[in-house]
């Protein structure tokens, strides 16, 4: 918005110039509506219509060489001077209304070789004249130095052969390893042609087999000790038949059944010496554990098969109760609840086409795209695992969704130069009629000015920005080379599903995150100079205070009609260099055109700084991301927008 202004120094040009020239710069300024400069029918200098007293005409003097020029110019007060006398009148015009975007030029080589802009032959060559030939260049070195940089020819470039660490992969699964039917371990479902039957080993006394029993209190007993692990499953609905329980011995020589550490050792208590026995056979292992329908069988190395009569243990296995299909549209919330009944510790496991998508028990999930798919739900606890399986149908939306964001949640415009202005808020206006004002503009791509830092607009769109591979949305805004007025971003998804932005945000974490320099937690106040009772005698301006001790005052007085005593306004806050952009992942920071003003939703992060792991989005928060109000005639550094647009669609 303050961009405008630097034509305005095209007036101070007209002394000293032609008529044509003057002529042409008179057309440009007319064009920003700069003021109208004339010599009226009384002789004197008149602006815009105004007669500043002054005579156009000079003294007579003495005959000499040519004269000089007048003198028109701004001065430190912003009026205009003329031949070194002020004219009492600004030479600040009435903002003007906000232009249309405009469009980046098209810059290309043709095909006949030339270069070409906007579709038209500009005859000039893209290839330059030729060289004269080279010398016989010698091969370049290059190699890691002994303090990890890239060196060239013996130099040491100052690069870090070490690249930048890479995101944190994803969190991988547990192996499943067990011993097969045909006596081999098999990993995740593999047969690893291991045996896990150890070599024989030298032939032992007499071993005693183990004692594994129900005892009394409806507890698993082996060799007289109870394990404190029921054997009967607690009361369930009738489900799908059982797996069988694992039973196994565990690296700490205890008996582990279904995953859990009974405690009670799998070696029994070493006996008295007994009387020499007749010379017995080689001590064997439990090799495999069948359950079929309510027996338990051991089987050992031996070929001895031990079995015991227990209760079926699906009674405690999960029931699951979930629809058979379920439905939904591309782009929006798919969610699904089903009931689980078991007061055991249960953990849950969603896969989608055979991939796992969520571990938790209800699924929210949001796809791309229509299509037909399968869900798998499992449950799983001490006693076993349930399953089942949904077949999911997704439909294209019936009516077509829009890329940008198409209502407006909440706005809060921080004092500054434009605290009443893009869009007008004149005296009298409401919270409620200032937001319908604001709405008006973001849909009709209209400037929004956010004020100084902490001024911040809510929006949301009508479907889901689903985080798919690459960049994923873009904020627009109005920077252009060498001006940029960064707008720190947030992201939230419609996590209670109400259709509101009332659930976490997460910040975007550009490329300033992580500076020294930045500020997280910031909390800042700006107090009404109207209204506000501890304003210093004498003082200019609007007074604020941070929560890190700081506090002053910022040179404009100008107040947002519709706010009251303060504007409290926080998040980041970031330190920028006169108004050089940020690398990436911030608004109003690179021309819209630049991949650099794109945004990831992977770059989002809690508030302890860790990835997000969105699946996807829903509103946008923007707020000015810098506190500098350094910026002379032009303002502050102040966060302008016309909306967010989804790049997936």
Same mark, same amino acid.
């Given at each position: ?64 060489? @040519?004269?000089?020029?007048?003198? %028109? ?33 098209? *810059? ?12 038209? $032959?500009?005859? %000039? ?83 005693? +087999?183990?004692? %594994? ?42 008996? =582990? ?24 056979? +080689? ?5 495999? *554990?069948? =359950?079929? $329908?309510?027996?338990?069988?051991? *089987? ?6 031990? +079995?015991?009569? !227990? ?24 969610? &699904? ?15 989608? $086409? ?8 209800? &699924? ?17 606890? !001490? ?44 005296? @009298? ?13 973001? &849909? ?12 911040? %607009?809510?929006?949301?769109?009508d479907h889901t920005v689903v985080n798919g591979a690459g960049n994923d949305f873009i904020v627009n805004g109005n920077a252009f080379s060498g =001006? ?7 992201? +939230? ?14 910040? *975007? ?39 890190? @001790? ?52 992977? =770059? ?46």
């Amino acid at each position: 918005m303050k961009k405008l202004l630097f034509l305005l120094s095209a007036i101070v040009l007209l002394t000293g110039c032609s008529e044509d020239k003057v002529s042409n710069i008179e057309n440009e300024v007319r064009q920003v509506d700069a003021p109208s400069i004339e010599i009226g029918e009384n002789g004197n200098w008149w602006i815009n219509g105004k007669d500043t007293g002054v005579s156009a005409k000079g003294e007579p003097g003495q005959p000499g060489s @040519g004269g000089a020029s007048t003198s %028109i110019e701004v001065g430190t007060n912003g009026n205009w001077w003329i031949n070194g006398a002020d004219t009492g009148i600004s030479a600040r015009g009435e903002p003007g209304q906000p232009g249309q975007p405009g469009t980046s030029a098209s *810059i290309e080589v043709g095909t006949n070789g030339n270069w070409w802009i906007n579709g038209a $032959d500009t005859g %000039i060559s893209a290839r330059g004249e030729p060289g004269q030939p080279g010398n016989d260049g010698t091969s370049a070195s290059i190699e890691i130095g002994t303090n990890g940089n890239w060196w060239i020819n013996g130099v040491d470039t100052g690069v870090s052969a070490r690249g930048e660490p890479g995101q944190p992969g994803q969190p991988g699964t547990s192996a499943s390893i067990e011993i097969g039917t045909n006596g081999n371990w098999w990993i995740n479902g593999v047969d690893t042609g291991v045996s896990a039957r150890g070599e024989p080993g030298q032939p032992g006394n007499d071993g005693t +087999s183990t004692s %594994i029993e129900i005892g009394t209190n409806g507890n698993w007993w082996i060799n007289g000790a109870d394990t404190g692990v029921s054997a009967r499953g607690e009361p369930g609905q009738p489900g799908q038949p059982g797996t069988s329980a694992s039973i196994e011995i565990g690296t700490n020589g205890n008996w =582990w059944i279904n995953g859990v550490d009974t405690g009670v050792s799998a070696r029994g208590e070493s006996g008295q010496p007994g009387q020499p026995g007749q010379p017995g056979q +080689s001590a064997s292992e439990i090799v495999s *554990i069948e =359950w079929v $329908d309510g027996t338990m069988t051991f *089987i050992f190395s031996d070929g001895r098969r031990l +079995s015991v009569q !227990v209760e079926t243990p699906g009674a405690g296995v999960p029931g699951i109760q979930v629809a058979g299909s379920a439905s939904g549209f591309a782009r929006q919330w798919f969610r &699904l609840a089903p009931q689980v009944e078991s007061s055991s510790n249960v953990h849950y496991r969603w896969l989608l $086409d055979g991939v796992e998508i969520s571990t938790d028990r209800e &699924l929210v999930h949001v796809f791309a795209e229509a299509g037909d798919h399968v869900l798998t739900f499992t449950a799983t606890n !001490v006693a076993g695992a349930s399953e089942r399986s949904i077949s999911v149908r997704i439909d294209e939306p019936t009516q077509a969704y829009s890329p940008w964001t198409n209502r407006v949640y909440d706005f809060v415009r921080a004092p500054g130069q434009y605290a009443n202005a893009y869009p007008a808020t004149p005296a @009298g206006s409401t919270y409620e009629s200032v937001l319908a004002s604001v709405q008006s503009s973001i &849909l009709s791509r209209g400037l929004v000015s956010l004020g100084g830092y902490g001024g911040y %607009i809510v929006m949301g769109f009508d479907h889901t920005v689903v985080n798919g591979a690459g960049n994923d949305f873009i904020v627009n805004g109005n920077a252009f080379s060498g =001006w940029a007025e960064p707008g720190t971003i947030e992201v +939230s998804w419609d996590a209670n599903g109400n259709g509101l932005p009332d659930d976490p945000w997460y910040e *975007i974490a550009g490329s300033e995150y992580d500076a020294p320099t930045a500020i997280h937690n910031y909390v800042l106040t700006y107090y009404n100079p109207t209204t506000d009772t501890e304003r210093e005698v004498g003082a200019t301006g609007t007074r604020w205070a941070d929560n890190q @001790g700081q506090g002053g005052y910022i040179p404009t007085s100008s107040w947002p009609n519709w706010q009251g005593d303060t504007i409290v306004v926080g998040g980041s806050v970031y330190e920028q260099s006169g108004f050089s952009a940020f690398a990436f992942g911030y608004a109003d920071n690179w021309p819209n055109s630049d991949v650099r003003s794109q945004i990831d939703i992977d =770059w989002a992060v809690d508030a302890n700084g860790n990835p997000a792991n969105l699946k996807g989005i829903d509103f946008v928060r923007v707020y000015t991301g810098t506190f500098n109000f350094g910026a002379g005639a032009f303002g502050e550094i102040s966060t302008e927008v016309t909306g967010a647009e989804d790049l997936t669609l």
